[in-house]
């Protein structure tokens, strides 16, 4: 572990002894049942990976360009950020609906906002009908990935939890290898559903969470929060302790919980936007969620992201077969390594996941930089050829941390009465980083062409600075002392001070009724 000012040393998790060790993922139905809730819920992020790699997909279809006019410069810019600017229409509310309806209900809203908007993009017979609808989606998807994140570290199994949330935002590819390859396919197609067809594919997460997501469990926390207290502990012993309400493990999550909201409701008096800055825990939360928002969005990744195919095209890459093909390998690549960071996010900590990641992420970058300049000068194929390897590279350090990372490192520092405020504004920051980036990178890349690549070397190298003296590590703990730990030592013992008290009584009583029955048994 990388030693640093702000890090925190690991230690087991104080939940660990009241884990049943034979309740696994694998063989408890409960669990099973439960994780598969999670994955509907998890593919939210898949919608907003499809869109993304649509959008580069479309791009080199000759048949979306002949139907639109063949966009460039600012009209292309509108068409990849208007998305962003649905999401940004979104955002006062998506945090009101999350904790005033609950979490399971805002994920609906944002699915049934997403199957109509979905709908119309794929009729679209103009460019004002087509960005019209990406506003829509932009606009549902606000609502949805408000919740969804929320709701999956809020429901999950203890010991899975940072790793099933973790996985969110990896799910990112699963939509982006759909879309890519999809657009591979219809690229034979000579008429308008060469990009019909996948614009209609785009909808099949948001069918499926519109038909399925109110059956899903709803948080125990927000119920506890509702005062709806028996109804979360129940949620709680159905699906981690085989319904059985006493388990130890069960009681000690509802007492922590319990315990977690009565102190900021209290003690730290956490309601309201103003809270968010109003102690030095929140502005420490603050300055970690902004700075990660940014960053994800920031760290050269956009370049590639969403204009793949002019940087391709400065490197001599020209055929849209080839385009797609290349894309569509690359967001495999992306998944199996982000799905892999997900699953080591508890052995590794998220604190040596981010430093190993914006290293090598500055390290690949400046390899790219220097080989798309020696393209750019000589036109040496073996340079650009370089240029996509380490595109490849670059994308496997940052999937280390900031695909999986960003969302559950976020959702799990913020106390519940800040979660879906906390998240929306740290939602609010990548829209604005990208809707900035989507309009800049075009533009830069066309006037200062390979240089344009420093700028990103230089700011990678100050994220990882940045990284290092800010970013708190959180491994081993529930989620309720996660959040606490940014609220000092007084704080994380007072919560599981409480829990552990309500543990110390269950035992007392117990004891005391094996006791009496032993004293009744020898009358």
């Known amino acids: 572990m990388v030693a640093g000012g702000t890090a925190v040393g690991a230690r087991d998790a104080s939940f660990a002894h009241l884990v049943d060790p034979r309740r696994k993922w694998y063989n408890n139905k409960r669990i099973i049942i439960l994780n598969a809730w999670i994955v509907l819920l998890l593919i939210t992020s898949s919608t907003n990976g499809y869109d993304g790699s649509m959008m580069n997909g479309l791009q080199s279809l000759p048949q979306w360009e002949s139907a639109f006019g063949y966009p460039t410069g600012g009209k292309l810019g509108l068409l990849n950020a208007i998305q962003n600017i649905g999401a940004l229409a979104g955002y006062p509310f998506a945090p009101y609906m999350s904790d005033g309806i609950g979490r399971r209900r805002t994920v609906w809203f944002g699915a049934t906002i997403m199957c109509i908007a979905t709908a119309v993009q794929t009729a679209s017979k103009s460019v004002g009908m087509f960005i019209g609808a990406r506003f829509l989606i932009g606009f549902g998807l606000t609502f949805a990935a408000n919740s969804a994140p929320m709701l999956v570290t809020e429901i999950s199994y203890p010991t899975y939890r940072a790793p099933l949330t973790s996985m969110y935002n990896s799910l990112w590819y699963s939509g982006s290898i759909v879309a890519a390859w999809t657009t591979y396919g219809t690229f034979k197609i000579n008429n308008t559903w060469a990009w019909r067809l996948p614009s209609l594919l785009q909808a099949v997460p948001s069918i499926l969470q519109f038909a399925l997501v109110l059956f899903a469990p709803e948080s125990p926390r927000w119920l506890i929060s509702k005062g709806r207290e028996a109804e979360a502990l129940q949620t709680l012993a159905y699906y981690h302790a085989d319904g059985n309400d006493q388990d130890p493990l069960v009681q000690y999550e509802f007492e922590e919980i319990r315990a977690a909201l009565q102190f900021d409701r209290t003690v730290a008096s956490n309601v309201g936007w103003k809270s968010l800055i109003a102690t030095p825990?929140?502005?420490?939360?603050?300055?970690?969620?902004?700075?990660?928002?940014?960053?994800?969005?920031?760290?050269?990744?956009?370049?590639?992201?969403?204009?793949?195919?002019?940087?391709?095209?400065?490197?001599?890459?020209?055929?849209?077969?080839?385009?797609?093909?290349?894309?569509?390998?690359?967001?495999?690549?992306?998944?199996?390594?982000?799905?892999?960071?997900?699953?080591?996010?508890?052995?590794?900590?998220?604190?040596?996941?981010?430093?190993?990641?914006?290293?090598?992420?500055?390290?690949?970058?400046?390899?790219?930089?220097?080989?798309?300049?020696?393209?750019?000068?000589?036109?040496?194929?073996?340079?650009?050829?370089?240029?996509?390897?380490?595109?490849?590279?670059?994308?496997?350090?940052?999937?280390?941390?900031?695909?999986?990372?960003?969302?559950?490192?976020?959702?799990?520092?913020?106390?519940?009465?800040?979660?879906?405020?906390?998240?929306?504004?740290?939602?609010?920051?990548?829209?604005?980083?990208?809707?900035?980036?989507?309009?800049?990178?075009?533009?830069?890349?066309?006037?200062?062409?390979?240089?344009?690549?420093?700028?990103?070397?230089?700011?990678?190298?100050?994220?990882?600075?940045?990284?290092?003296?800010?970013?708190?590590?959180?491994?081993?703990?529930?989620?309720?002392?996660?959040?606490?730990?940014?609220?000092?030592?007084?704080?994380?013992?007072?919560?599981?001070?409480?829990?552990?008290?309500?543990?110390?009584?269950?035992?007392?009583?117990?004891?005391?009724?094996?006791?009496?029955?032993?004293?009744?048994?020898?009358?």
């Open 281 to 523: 825990g929140n502005r420490k939360r603050m300055r970690i969620i902004v700075a990660l928002a940014f960053f994800s969005q920031w760290s050269g990744n956009g370049l590639v992201s969403y204009y793949l195919t002019e940087v391709f095209d400065q490197i001599g890459i020209t055929g849209p077969s080839t385009q797609l093909l290349i894309n569509g390998i690359l967001q495999i690549w992306n998944l199996g390594w982000a799905v892999f960071a997900a699953l080591m996010v508890n052995r590794l900590g998220r604190r040596f996941l981010f430093l190993t990641s914006a290293s090598l992420m500055t390290l690949f970058y400046m390899a790219q930089a220097i080989c798309f300049s020696q393209y750019t000068q000589h036109k040496a194929p073996a340079a650009g050829h370089a240029v996509i390897g380490f595109i490849f590279l670059f994308y496997a350090a940052y999937d280390l941390a900031f695909t999986p990372l960003i969302v559950s490192y976020t959702v799990e520092i913020l106390p519940y009465n800040l979660r879906a405020k906390g998240f929306n504004i740290f939602s609010f920051v990548i829209s604005l980083a990208l809707i900035f980036n989507q309009y800049v990178n075009p533009i830069a890349l066309d006037a200062l062409g390979w240089k344009y690549y420093l700028v990103y070397v230089f700011w990678l190298a100050f994220e990882l600075v940045y990284l290092w003296f800010f970013l708190v590590e959180t491994k081993n703990r529930t989620l309720e002392e996660t959040a606490a730990l940014f609220d000092g030592e007084e704080a994380l013992q007072q919560i599981a001070h409480q829990a552990e008290t309500h543990e110390v009584r269950e035992k007392a009583s117990l004891e005391r009724e094996s006791f009496v029955a032993v004293d009744a048994s020898r009358a």
